[in-house]
């Protein structure tokens, strides 16, 4: 069963022409959101993506283009839709998009919303382990990668082939190993196109990756100029908004 994989944004954290880089995706029947920005509702909406339509939600890391829409979705579930979804989080995160990110809107004592599993079917999930979305046919594996110091953050595995950074410094030894040994088919990379990529993979470090390589890679993550780079990028290619790709 191949998996639908659709980015409802593309844009970096300081875009304002692309929505934050968030994906969707549908497998056996479920429909997913990986990361959930501030943007990611309206840019659902655009599509024409009914939040009713989602069974869950994973999150990479805590930053607001990538958590700042989940107290929206929160309420929107709770009030007008009437039905829990999963979150699927981390370990590590749990805690920290609670207390850090959440209970300021959330929490009300009053009505007995106190926590993360008040609103949503909280999945908890470990590193290197593939976890059953929705049985064999649709799994993640969350793959730990340096962005910030010292704040966790994880790219994915997507059934066994696709590699989805999230954010992440560039790592070429990583990429090569899931090229060579892990039967990686497409790498969908965040690229930022300007110099020092220094929480990010810049284009001019992806460039330096092997071609056998960069042909498997599609570039998320650009800023409004992305323009000026088209046939810039080597042997890469550039992901599409609203582009439903089949992997």
Not at 39 to 64: E, F
Not at 151 to 164: C, I
């Amino acid at each position: 069963m191949s998996l639908h994989l659709q980015m409802i944004g593309t844009g970096s954290a300081f875009s304002k022409k692309y929505y934050n880089n968030n994906a969707l995706l549908r497998c056996n029947g479920f429909t997913l959101l990986i990361d959930c920005g501030v943007t990611a509702t309206r840019a659902l909406d655009a599509l024409k993506i009914d939040l009713g339509q989602l069974d869950g939600v994973l999150i990479t890391h805590i930053h607001a283009d990538h958590v700042g829409g989940l107290e929206e979705i929160a309420f929107q579930l709770l009030y007008v839709f009437r039905r829990r979804i999963k979150l699927l989080v981390p370990s590590l995160l749990k805690e920290t998009l609670w207390i850090h990110t959440l209970k300021g809107g959330l929490e009300n004592k009053e009505e007995g919303f106190c926590s993360l599993d008040d609103y949503f079917d909280v999945v908890v999930l470990e590193p290197h382990v593939p976890f059953p979305i929705a049985g064999r046919e649709f799994t993640v594996e969350l793959v730990p990668t340096r962005h910030i110091p010292n704040k966790p953050s994880y790219s994915l595995y997507l059934n066994g082939k696709v590699f989805y950074s999230s954010d992440a410094r560039f790592d070429p030894a990583l990429l090569a190993d899931f090229h060579r040994n892990r039967g990686c088919e497409a790498i969908l990379h965040d690229c930022q196109l300007f110099e020092p990529g220094t929480v990010h993979a810049s284009l001019a470090e992806l460039l330096t990756l092997p071609e056998d390589i960069q042909r498997k890679v599609l570039l998320m993550h650009y800023g409004d100029n992305k323009e000026e780079f088209e046939g810039k990028t080597g042997a890469m290619t550039f992901i599409e908004q609203g582009k439903i790709y089949r992997f």
